[in-house]
């Protein structure tokens, strides 16, 4: 009987054997197939928005924040910086922006008493063009922003390590300063922008990221100077 048993062990010993070897080959074969993915992962670049913080005294409504100049209709002079963290260069970067509390601020603005030296009103909210106008005042100007919307812009690339300064829109400043100029500190409500960048890798895959832009709740105001940082949230990253 004692033969007879170790005769059946020895009749198995190749077949297992052979699903030791088999899972010893999977398992190397999933280690290689990890560092590969590893390997691409991190030669992805990776785009992000950093924190910018100023203080500066804010100027009249229809100037730039950096520049002191009078607004475009679409975008400022002002900037926020945009970082490849990754190891490789993205190319061919397009960004874009919408305000994703235009309902809000609309309430917001909208509801300010009227003063004999400033005013500010968002109108012509067109749903389907997702597009509404922006009409304001001072002591110099009165001015719309007619029809806006999310207009596009281009950068060529942003090599591993580098950053470049991307624009922020003319409205947004507006609506701060004039969120600033009316709001006590209890019931400010300030815009929030969606940021979308578009861009490619080095092996011509198209990716697409998205952040929450705005102004961070910590600040300080003294006498027209403000105090404060443009601040980011991310949202999501998808390859297309």
């Known amino acids: 009987m004692t033969l007879l048993l170790g005769a059946g062990v020895l009749q198995w010993a190749p077949l297992a054997s052979a699903i030791i070897s088999f899972c010893a080959v999977v398992v190397a074969a999933s280690a290689l197939g990890f560092q590969y993915w590893q390997y691409k992962k991190n030669r992805e670049p990776v785009i992000g928005p950093a924190i910018k913080s100023f ?10 924040w950096e520049t002191g100049e009078k607004l475009e209709d679409k975008f400022s002079g002002t900037t926020i910086p945009v970082y490849n963290y990754g190891s490789t260069t993205a190319i061919n970067i397009s960004y874009n922006y919408k305000l994703i509390n235009l309902d809000e601020m609309e309430k917001c603005l909208n509801n300010f008493p009227k003063s004999t030296s400033h005013e500010i009103k968002i109108d012509e909210i067109n749903e389907e063009k997702k597009s509404f106008d922006l009409f304001f005042s001072n002591k110099t100007i009165m001015r719309r922003l007619l029809n ?16 470049v300064d991307i624009l922020l829109p003319s409205y947004f400043l507006v609506m701060v300063n004039y969120a600033f100029l009316f709001s006590t500190f209890e019931d400010i409500v300030l ?12 092996n011509n895959k198209n990716w697409l990221v998205k952040y929450v832009v705005k102004m961070d709740m910590s600040y300080k105001l003294s006498k027209g100077r403000l105090e404060s940082s443009f601040v980011s949230e991310f949202i999501s990253k998808e390859k297309f």
Do not use: M
Request: charged share 40%.
């Open 148 to 163: 806006i919307k999310s207009y596009v812009r281009r950068k060529d690339l942003i090599k591993p390590g580098e950053k």
């Open 191 to 202: 815009p929030k922008l969606e940021l979308t960048i578009r861009y490619n890798d080095i």
């Open 55 to 64: 203080d500066l005294e804010l100027p009249e409504t229809h100037l730039d």
